[in-house]
Each structure stands twice: as C-alpha cells, then as structure tokens.
C-alpha cells in the first residue's frame, strides 16, 4: 500500500498541474487518462500485434492440439516452438493488463486523500484539521480513515473563516483548498461521492454500473475484432478478459465516484484504440507482412547464389581463349 500511496502522490502532480490549467477535476481526469494511453501506446501495439500474430497461427495450432492431444508435455513443446519460429509471445499483453490496474491504485491514493497527495499540502497540518473538524458538535467524520480527508474538504467552506483553519493553513494554502473543493463539481456530480454511502436507490449507483459495463464492452468488441481469438488466451489474458470489468464494478461502489470516472473513461479510450489498432495490426495485415517477408528472404537468397554463380561461368570463359591460343601456335 505504501507504494500505491507514493504513485498517488507522484500522480497528484499530475493531476494538479492539469486540474490549475482546466479548473475541473473531472476534466483533468480525462486529459490525465489520455496522457495515460499516449505513455502506454507502445505496449498496446504490441500487445495487438501479439494476438493479431496468434490470431495468424490458429490453424497451426489447432493441429498441433489434435496431434498430441494425448501428450500435454509435447504439445507444449510444440506450441513453443511455434511460437518461437512466428516471433510470437502469447503472453505479450500482461503487462499492458496489468500497468491500468498499478495506476488506478495511484489514482485512488490521489483522490482519497487530496490534500496531501495532490495538493501536497502538509500531513501534520492536515491531521489538525481534521482533529479540529472531529471536535465540532454534530459533525460525524468518516468511519473510514482512508477518507477523512475527503470529508474535510467537503466541510472545508464552512470552517474556512474560523481562528483554528486560519491558523493551521496559510492563506495560499486556504485558496488551493477551496479552489481544489470547487473543482469536484462535474456538471451537477459530486465526484467525492462514494456511492455505497448513498446506497442502490441513489444516482450514484450509475457509477459501478457503467464501469461494469464498459469494461465488458470494451473486452467484447476486443474479442470481436481479433477474431475472437482472446477467447482461447490463457493466463492473465483470460483474467483481464472476465475478471476486470466484475473487478471494476466492485470498487468503483467503494470508493469515490472520481475514481470510477476515471475507469470509465478509460474503459472507452481503450475501447477505441482497440478498434483503430485491429485495423491497423489485423491478423490479415500480420500475415501479409510476414508473407513479404518470407518472399523477399527467399529472393535475397536466390540474388546471393546467383551472385556465386557469375564468377565461375567467368572463370571458364576465361579459360578457352588461352586453349585457342596454344592451338594457334601449334599450327
């Protein structure tokens, strides 16, 4: 955890350079979810490219299956090979699987606690101010430690002006902090609400819904697009593919509904880029590439014993001038 809390304050610059630009946190989320995408492209491409070239060999392996459907061991053996010869990497997508997982925890660490992991303000000046809030009569903190510092910054406008918060923050401080409060207003949505609190009857319950649900879009058309190779994927291919999306309606109903924001965007983004890459890196594509490949290896050989060949006819062309020659002096 106390690494996920060092990524939500290494994010919380982020988020906070966007946020002083954009004024929203639910636009800075969206900018810093696009910056996201553009740092991890790399590892998406190849990840298309890793089940567009297994997509290629399906045929292949479907018969290495039949034939040592009897032998696991040397079915495996085979596939190795398989894979080795084709330059493919059945598990070459993991890591792009897994790097969307390490940043949401860095992104819930950067809303859950705001004042110290994005604004970066003082924990020991924070702690006050929470120490104070807890003192006044019918306030009711929150159960969770996790988010007290939410709940300050929800209360923050109605102690802003009193003796102890004047003393605790300085004045630049007080403006971030409101400014920072204001900024969670993203058209009409609270987005410091965590919708378990608000139960199955509020609005709030859309959040966990639509995080399931473009989750599991997102990992359909994925599916559809590939040919529905994802579907044979193994490991943590197989995971992602079910386990996410059931994963991300689970936490987005605990925890601030910025975060499901963020997953839900995310989800969307990935959504296209999957289309636009299983365009460009279609199995189709791959097998074409491959194809000139394997066309332009064999021409190259076939220069090069040509090239060998020259020099021999050369030589023995060489040879008969001098024949003739003696012959002529024999006469």
């Known amino acids: 955890m106390q690494i996920f809390g060092f990524l939500g304050y290494a994010f919380g610059y982020i988020l906070w350079g966007i946020f002083y630009v954009l004024q929203n946190f639910g636009l800075a989320i969206i900018a810093f979810t696009l910056v996201v995408k553009l740092i991890l492209l790399p590892f998406s491409v190849k990840q298309q490219k890793s089940m567009a070239g297994t997509a290629k060999m399906q045929k292949k392996q479907q018969e290495l299956r039949e034939k040592y459907a009897n032998n696991k061991q040397k079915l495996q053996e085979e596939m190795n090979k398989l894979y080795e010869k084709e330059g493919v990497k059945p598990m070459g997508g993991c890591l792009t699987s897994i ?144 386990g996410l999306p059931l994963f991300s309606a689970w936490i987005t109903y605990n925890v601030p509904a910025a975060m499901a924001f963020y997953w839900i965007i995310s989800a969307l983004l990935s959504l296209v880029q999957s289309l636009v890459l299983a365009k460009v890196c279609s199995p189709q594509k791959i097998t074409a590439k491959s194809e000139a490949r394997h066309a332009a290896l064999m021409f190259e050989n076939e220069a090069k014993v040509q090239y060998s060949y020259v020099p021999t006819e050369s030589a023995e062309s060489a040879k008969k001038p001098t024949n003739q020659n003696n012959k002529g002096k024999r006469r």
Not at 175 to 196: H, K, M, Q, R
């Open 99 to 242: 790097v969307p997982i390490i940043v949401l925890f860095g992104i819930f660490y950067a809303v859950a606690q705001p004042l110290t992991n994005t604004l970066h303000i003082n924990s020991q000046s924070v702690q006050s101010a929470i120490g104070y809030v807890n003192t006044i009569p019918g306030y009711v903190s929150s159960i969770n430690q996790t988010y007290q510092e939410i709940g300050l910054l929800k209360v923050f406008p109605n102690i802003v002006n009193t003796e102890t918060i004047q003393n605790i923050f300085s004045s630049s401080e007080i403006s971030a902090i409101e400014s920072f409060g204001n900024g969670f207003n993203f058209f009409g949505i609270d987005l410091l609400v965590i919708p378990n609190e608000k139960g199955f009857l509020s609005p709030y319950i859309l959040f966990p819904i639509l995080s399931l649900l473009s989750n599991l879009g997102s990992q359909f058309i994925m599916q559809k697009v590939n040919n529905n190779q994802m579907a044979q994927q193994q490991g943590c291919m197989k995971i992602a593919m079910y």
